[in-house]
């Protein structure tokens, strides 16, 4: 039955919609609720105050602030599939038949078992993981680790797939506005007058910022009415798009900024066809950030017990939610914003029994009113305790001359301050500046494009930040090509804003939490600075100190405060950690997208594809391509009879294979023989116009990355291949010496995988089959058209093409490339022509048998722990030239003559078969660890010669030809007698590639 009674919501305050009676579960525990309440002001509302359980000592928390900055009321929402662990209730837009869960409490919130780690607090302190669990050694397995990974973790992630879509969206404006509030609005609202398009973004599900917590008016009207009076003339121009529930989570190069939109968040199931979230990648000519302050609380005795909230979201839940956080209420701060909070409270119906401030002097019109309404004053005092177990009961206050007295309430409103949200703008690498008179970091460099306004630049006053808002909007437009249309900034009072900086209560007989989240005292700090941690990245790490899913936003600033205390220093000599994406956490779903399953990694088709099914072909897929692995004919009833057929054709009239997943990377500009000449281990700029070279690169550590061949069609052209496997791979490696290593060369780098389709047309007969396919009056005899040409040229009545001599089988062989979308069509050319010589398609194990009979090099031999020498390439890698992993490949122990090389072998007994993976020993060692010598890579069966072959790295292999070793393979119980022997089985001489 659903509990109707909201106790604690006051019936003539907040924005609520009252008419919309919602209903939720807490714990299984039913609620009712408002339309535009959050969760948490709706459990609030019912009087919930305990929300969770912290997370190392599982103590009891309840609701700190009103936004994303929120450590404590973390909770699972939803159920099943859907089940999304650690959420903010802060943030939780309340829905009809909403389902939350507290988490990391067991068996319940009320009565937690694990709440026993507070007893046990003196041996979690900070750093207690580095120091513990060591002994007995044989306790790890069976007891420390098991009871480690049970205690770890926030929340249950969801078991299932999950059923909701995400999307990914692009943007593009004039200017972007990254928050709501007054300064954000007046930004966006001058921009938009201009013509600018303007994209206006904020984290909340309703725009305003402050201006819907705080009692204050604008332009004579109430601070919401302007804000929806604001909204409606923005919602008018056509080149304005507000996108409210999005927070923009980082800043990255060119005016890019990623976002994250919660298109239906909130609703129970999204609709047929909408996502629940939508990643937006927002390209923006100027960036106005306007995303405010966030306060921060002051560090004091059990200052994280539920009833202890800033002061800000005190007003928050009191003026936007209308809902009493208490009914006695202390106010603690150390500014004139905090102690402003007595006339909320006071006009809420909220007793105030105490306002303590530890600042001497306070505002006058604040001290008035606290003594028209009975409230007590404590000037240069603070609260050193909350009372209370699982609440807040009371405060032990300490005034300026030391005495203390308990002070009964069930609320305490903190405010240590302001914190200017800078993260954003130190994403790219600025760095926040400390202000003393503020007592905050504000903004420092900014990246180009990049304006800061209102609260978030340390501007607090409301007229103020509307006045900084309208002229940065301004800025912005006229920046980006428009005309300024002036327009008058509405009135409004700076109000009082006054901060003496106070960090931490030293006469606090409880533990005095930093960092609420992950259960960061004082004493922690105290004790990293003790044991040499003062460094902040330092203290960061051994502490955890901001490391949550928070990222410190409450606490950072009093943990750099209270170290700087400890050392002597000033926080800004003490320094502050850096900020990186993402300014609140971003779901794998939503990173994701589409890109799931086979969207993640989709099966690409070669352009012979459909006429390959066609033939029944059998497929395979390598990497990400599905590639035709062999051909069976009716009669062949296992696919050896049918590879040996393949590749007997092969070597006794002709073959076709579609090789068009090899990487292929145009290289232009007049210095892409130089740049290619030092990725590439041989010279390239020597290359002629019209020839081909086989090249391999290394990576910077000296292995072999990638082999392939590079083309010359023009003095500034080449044209290179990588292996299917590594594609990307090389283009990245390519990307990266351009972009960083030599940004200077001109070069350009193109890639064309997919632009092209390329078959291997080899055998004896491929010449006389290719000839029917080009056109007059291109020549490719073998003296006009030799081993190693290239051309561009048309086939079949005008198609343009590409044509290599080149040959990984061993044969004559050529590589014929059209545009892809002739694909399919030259394969079925090819195909018909080929006919009266006997043509067959052959696919990737025909290949890679013919490729181990001529002993080259592939995937298991370029396995990212062999050098070129090692391959048999060394004598390639040029002497008169430096290139990428020249140095390194020279280590000792890559250099040594004894390491493994590759070598062939074939079995003493021809009849019996290899296997890839056996290592090799001598003919008498035991078959242990100690006796390897190497290991086989590659075996085939070879038709040409009647039995199996195979290569392999093998210790000192130049030196042991004709030696008879075992190749021991535990794995699958064999042990086979082989001869090494040189790593070519046929055509040694090469005789057949040239003629």
């Given at each position: ?334 500014n004139d914003d905090g102690a402003s909070t007595i006339e909320d409270l006071v006009g809420a119906g909220i007793r105030v029994t105490a306002l303590v401030d530890t600042r001497t002097v306070l505002q006058p019109a604040t001290k008035s009113f606290a003594r028209k309404h009975g409230i007590r004053i404590f000037e ?34 903190v405010s240590g301050g302001f914190n200017p949200s800078v993260q954003v703008t130190t994403h790219l690498g600025g760095r926040a500046q400390w202000q003393q008179e503020l007592a905050a970091f504000v903004p420092g460099a900014l990246p180009k494009g990049m304006a800061v306004s209102g609260s978030a630049k340390g ?537």
């Open positions: 039955m659903t509990q109707s009674a909201q106790t604690a919501r006051l019936k003539d305050r907040g924005l609520i919609d009252r008419s919309q009676s919602l209903t939720f579960t807490f714990d299984g525990v039913p609620y009712n609720g408002y339309a535009g309440d959050t969760l948490a002001s709706a459990l609030l509302a019912n009087g919930v105050r305990l929300v969770g359980r912290s997370f190392k000592y599982h103590r009891p928390r309840g609701i700190l602030t009103s936004g994303s900055e929120e450590p404590n009321a973390l909770v699972e929402l939803r159920s099943g599939a859907r089940r999304e662990p650690n959420t903010k209730a802060t943030i939780t837009e309340l829905y009809d038949g909403l389902e939350a869960k507290s988490q990391n409490r067991f068996p319940s919130l009320s009565l937690d078992l694990l709440a026993v780690n507070g007893l046990l607090s003196p041996f979690l302190s900070a750093g207690f993981y580095y120091k513990t669990f060591m002994w007995p050694a044989s306790f790890w397995e069976k007891f420390y680790e098991p009871m480690i990974r049970r205690a770890a973790g926030l929340g249950r992630a969801a078991q299932e797939h999950d059923p909701d879509s995400y999307d990914k969206a692009f943007a593009f404006c004039d200017v972007l506005v990254v928050g709501s509030g007054p300064a954000g609005l007046m930004a966006a609202l001058t921009a938009a007058r201009t013509g600018a398009r303007v994209i206006l973004v904020d984290e909340s599900f309703a725009f305003g910022g402050r201006l819907l917590s705080d009692v204050r008016t604008v332009g004579g009207v109430k601070g919401a009415d302007w804000v929806n009076s604001v909204i409606a003339e923005l919602k008018s121009f056509p080149g304005v798009q507000l996108m409210p529930r999005t927070t923009v989570f980082g800043a990255y190069d060119s005016g890019t900024f990623g976002a994250v939109e919660r298109v239906a968040d909130h609703v129970p199931v999204p609709a047929a066809g909408v996502p629940r979230q939508r990643l937006w990648r927002i390209v923006a000519k100027h960036t106005i950030i306007a995303q405010g302050a966030l306060e921060r609380p002051i560090v004091f005795g059990n200052n994280d017990r539920p009833g202890v909230m800033l002061a800000s979201a005190v007003r928050t839940y009191i003026n936007r939610f209308g809902v009493k956080p208490g009914e006695t209420a202390v106010v603690f701060a150390n240069g005092a603070a609260v050193a305790d909350a009372i209370g177990s699982s609440r807040v009961t009371g405060a032990r206050i300490v005034a300026a001359d030391g005495t203390s007295q308990n002070i009964a309430c069930d609320l305490i409103a501007t607090f006053g409301l007229a103020s930040c509307l006045k900084e808002g309208a002229q940065a909007g301004a800025a912005a437009a006229v920046a980006s090509g428009f005309q300024e249309k002036g327009a008058a900034v509405p009135a409004a009072d700076d109000e009082p804003s006054d901060i003496a900086a106070f960090w931490h209560v030293q006469s606090a007989k409880h533990k005095a939490f930093v960092d609420q989240q992950n259960d960061v005292t004082a004493a922690d700090v105290a004790l990293a600075e003790r044991e040499g941690f003062r460094s902040v990245e330092h203290l960061k790490r051994y502490t955890t100190l901001g490391m949550a899913t928070d990222q410190g936003k409450t606490s950072n600033v009093n943990g750099l405060a209270i170290l700087a205390q400890l050392t002597g220093k000033t926080i800004a000599a003490t320094g502050a950690t850096s900020a990186r994406p993402p300014y609140t956490p971003v779901s794998l779903g939503v990173l994701a997208g589409e890109h799931r399953g086979k969207h993640f990694k989709a099966t690409r088709l070669t352009p012979s594809h459909d006429w390959a099914k066609e033939r029944g072909a059998v497929f395979i897929e390598t990497g990400m391509w599905l590639r035709a692995q062999y051909y069976p004919k009716p009669g062949e009833n296992d696919w050896l009879t049918t590879v040996c057929r393949e590749v007997n054709t092969v070597r006794n009239a002709v073959g076709v294979c579609d090789v068009s997943t090899l990487g292929k990377i145009e290289i232009h500009g007049t210095d892409a023989g130089k740049f290619l000449d030092r990725v590439y281990i041989n010279m390239m700029s020597t290359l002629g116009v019209g020839k081909a070279r086989y090249g391999m690169m290394l990576r910077e550590d000296g292995i072999a990355m990638d082999d392939g061949t590079a083309a010359r069609f023009a003095d500034d052209r080449y044209f290179i291949t990588t292996t299917t496997a590594n594609a990307i791979k090389v283009l990245q490696h390519l990307e990266l010496c351009r972009q960083w290593y030599w940004p200077d060369l001109d070069v350009q780098l193109f890639p064309v995988s997919d632009q092209w389709a390329q078959y291997s047309v080899a055998g004896p007969r491929a010449r006389d089959l290719l000839a029917k396919l080009v056109d007059a009056p291109f020549d490719i005899s073998n003296a006009a058209f030799p081993y190693m040409a290239v051309a561009e040229l048309t086939v079949m009545g005008g198609i343009k093409a590409r044509l290599y001599r080149l040959s990984f089988s061993g044969e004559m062989a050529y590589e014929i490339a059209v545009p892809a979308r002739h694909g399919d069509r030259l394969m079925r050319t090819l195909m018909a022509k080929g006919e009266e010589f006997g043509v067959t398609p052959y696919g990737t194990e025909a290949l890679g048998v013919m490729r181990i009979e001529k002993g080259h090099v592939a995937g298991p031999e370029l396995n990212g722990t062999t050098t070129a020498a090692d391959l048999g390439l060394g004598k390639m890698a040029s002497t008169k030239k430096d290139f990428v992993g020249r140095v390194l490949s020279q280590r000792p122990g890559l250099a040594d003559p004894t390491r493994p090389r590759v070598v062939g072998f074939r079995p003493v007994d021809r009849s019996v078969r290899l296997r890839g993976g056996a290592h090799f020993i001598g003919k008498s060692d035991a078959a242990v660890a100690k006796n390897d010598q190497g290991y086989m890579t590659s075996v085939a069966y070879s038709p040409s010669l009647g039995h199996w072959i195979g290569l392999g790295f093998l210790s000192n292999a130049e030196s042991r030809m004709g030696e008879i070793l075992r190749a021991f393979d535990p794995v699958r119980n064999g042990d086979v007698l082989v001869e090494v022997v040189p790593a070519t089985f046929v055509d040694v001489e090469g005789a057949r590639l040239r003629v």
